[in-house]
């Protein structure tokens, strides 16, 4: 790995120590209502791990169990190169922004001083505006720290959030559907940043995405979920088989335009990043079927419920 | 004419500050001026929160502890309220954080509970009637005892908002996002409640169990409709609480009436202007 001898991240000490989080066993229940059961999923720093799956598949819940939030089976690892644990990293969370309550008289600048430090916001003045002002620039938002939070559009307020999630720099990087209701150039702009993380911090990234064909040309490895790991991989892989085929032509079935997904893997920017933990894949991996299915793909069947596939 | 000449003749009394001559009229302002910021500063947070039914919850809560107080005998009143106010309140957080009930539902549950309870015992052997001034509440019956340890319980409030804060605005936006901060929610919300069951049952006596919650909501609710940032939020709900509190205890001492309800009356008034206003402030 040279990128990782000459990268020059804030986070390079930490990359160090944590190299691979385990996700062993997963299984969160409510009550008697199975959410998912037996998730396997191992992310490795620099890495892109996309989630994806049908609405009530569990990939919110797996982030907020990942977080620690809700109670759940199975353990959670963080280990170094040599498999050896580490302890807690310091993990980054972009929840879905419909969840913020943006009427609260909160401008951007006293949300990032209420994070940074214990300095009360209510009664003294913000010490550290430039630092605040050089983690908004790095997502391209420093004209927006006096905004009120309920001022600021879908788009914007992801980018705020993201840079929230990036002070302190996190060795885990988890993304909650950051693209809902982002408009065009929202959505390249983050994708942008997203990529910006990927080769210049070494930081592993999870990102539940509805989004087939960002998570195609962006994401090193992919996790379908629907109440467990349905099969996981590279996006190529994923994409080819023929059960996530089926679950997402289910849904485009359902009523919705179909988008096309399923090939443009073939823009996908990094060439098959390898997997380095030796079992680094999710529970079953079809190859056989993806075999089969590969020579029908060209009809792209695929699409996504909410529409909004490119 | 008549009517006039007595309107006159009330603004010129209150403009010589004639009220104060009295000892209960001065300890009354005294113990306003310390109660109403303490209502602002927790007003901010209960609105941020959504707490406002909770809060109400807690009037209820302390409602039985009072009685229980007076069935037990062990404590005094004021301890068996403080206590019970506290463990009511931690109660209710617990609850609503392990379970998948709707937290207004579990609210709702106990704040029933609360009030039926505390009503059970107290109107047993048919001596409801010493009870009755605590759902109003007199805050010109305050002692200059009763005045020192509001002042300490404003003081333990102003620090916990100083080192707390932060973390309890973090929680408000969102629960999960606190969380990957390192924000312990369970902790914070604890302290949270715990901090405003006390303040309730401590002011409950004075202000009245009715109207109490709505001196835990109007400030920080009109403060909301016009801030643009936190700071102008803390400062314009403790703004409107010592206004309202102060006129409202000079405006009831000359028409007579009750001194709580005139406040709230005129925070409610307050909050109606804001509520017109909003639309200049906020773009």
Redesign the interface.
């Known amino acids: 790995m040279l990128r990782r001898l000459f990268h020059q991240a804030a986070s390079q000490e930490d990359c160090t120590k944590l190299c691979c989080t385990k996700i062993e066993d997963f299984g969160v229940r409510a009550g008697r209502l199975v959410i998912f059961e037996h998730v396997n999923i191992h992310v490795h720093c620099g890495q892109l791990t996309a989630v994806i799956g049908p609405n009530g598949a569990g990939k919110s819940t797996l982030l907020r169990a990942v977080l620690g939030e809700i109670p759940h089976t199975g353990q959670l690892r963080y280990t170094d190169a040599k498999g050896k644990h580490t302890g807690h990293p310091v993990i980054g969370y972009v929840p879905q922004y419909l969840k913020f309550d943006v009427s609260a008289p909160v401008t951007v600048q006293d949300l990032f001083a209420a994070c940074m430090n214990n300095r009360p916001v209510w009664l003294l003045p913000v010490n550290n505006r430039q630092e605040i002002l050089a983690c908004l620039k790095r997502v391209k938002a420093a004209d927006l720290i006096d905004r009120r939070l309920g001022a600021l559009s879908g788009g914007e307020l992801q980018r705020v959030l993201v840079a929230l999630a990036l002070n302190p720099m996190p060795d885990l990087l988890l993304l909650d559907e950051p693209v809902s209701g982002v408009d065009q150039n929202g959505l390249e702009l983050f994708y942008e940043i997203l990529e910006d993380l990927q080769n210049n911090e070494d930081m592993a990234i999870i990102l539940v995405s509805h989004d087939l064909n960002m998570v195609a040309r962006h994401a090193d490895q992919v996790v379908l979920l629907n109440k467990g790991v349905v099969c996981s991989g590279t996006p190529q892989e994923v994409f080819q088989n023929k059960r996530t085929r089926k679950i997402f032509g289910m849904l485009a079935d359902g009523g919705s335009r179909a988008g096309g997904t399923g090939f443009e893997w073939l823009l996908h920017k990094k060439k098959q990043a390898p997997c380095s933990c030796e079992d680094g894949g999710g529970d079953v991996v079809a190859k056989a079927l993806e075999q089969a299915e590969a020579g029908e793909d060209a009809d792209g069947r695929g699409g996504e419920a909410d529409g909004n596939t490119i | 004419m008549a009517g006039e000449e007595k309107q006159m003749e009330i603004l010129y009394d209150m403009a010589s500050l004639e009220w104060l001559e009295y000892g209960f009229m001065r300890n009354a302002l005294l113990a306003v001026v310390m109660i109403t910021p303490l209502f602002g500063l927790l007003s ?1 947070m209960v609105v ?1 929160n959504r707490m406002a039914f909770f809060s109400d919850s807690l009037g209820h809560g302390a409602f039985t502890g009072l009685a229980l107080g007076a069935i037990l005998g062990i404590f005094s009143p004021v301890e068996s309220l403080l206590l019970f106010s506290v463990f009511f309140a931690l109660l209710i957080t617990w609850i609503k954080n392990h379970s ?1 009930a709707s937290t207004d539902t579990i609210i709702g549950v106990f704040s029933s509970l609360g009030i039926a309870a505390g009503l059970m015992m107290m109107s047993y052997g048919g001596s409801f009637n010493k009870y009755a001034s605590y759902l109003i509440g007199d805050i010109l019956s305050i002692t200059p005892g009763e005045l020192k340890s509001l002042a300490v319980v404003l003081a333990v409030v102003v620090l916990v ?3 707390l ?3 309890l ?2 929680l ?6 606190a ?3 390192g924000v312990s929610t369970m902790l914070v919300e604890g302290i949270f409640a715990a901090m405003v069951a006390v303040v309730v049952a401590i002011s409950i006596q004075w202000v009245g169990l009715l109207i109490i919650n709505s001196l835990l909501v109007l400030p920080g609710a009109a ?2 409709n016009i ?8 400062l314009l709900s403790v703004l409107f609480a010592v206004v309202s509190g102060v006129s409202g205890l000079v405006l009831a001492y000359y028409c007579s009436m009750a001194a709580g309800a005139t406040i709230v009356v005129i925070a409610a008034g307050i909050f109606f202007v804001t509520l017109l206003l909003k639309r200049k402030f ?2």
Not at chain 2, 172 to 177: A, P
Not at chain 2, 227 to 234: E, V
């Open positions: 901010t941020s998948t908002w100083i080192g804060f932060n973390r605005l973090i408000s936006i969102n629960s999960s996002f969380r990957s901060r403060a909301r801030a643009g940032s936190i700071k102008q939020y803390h906020l773009k």
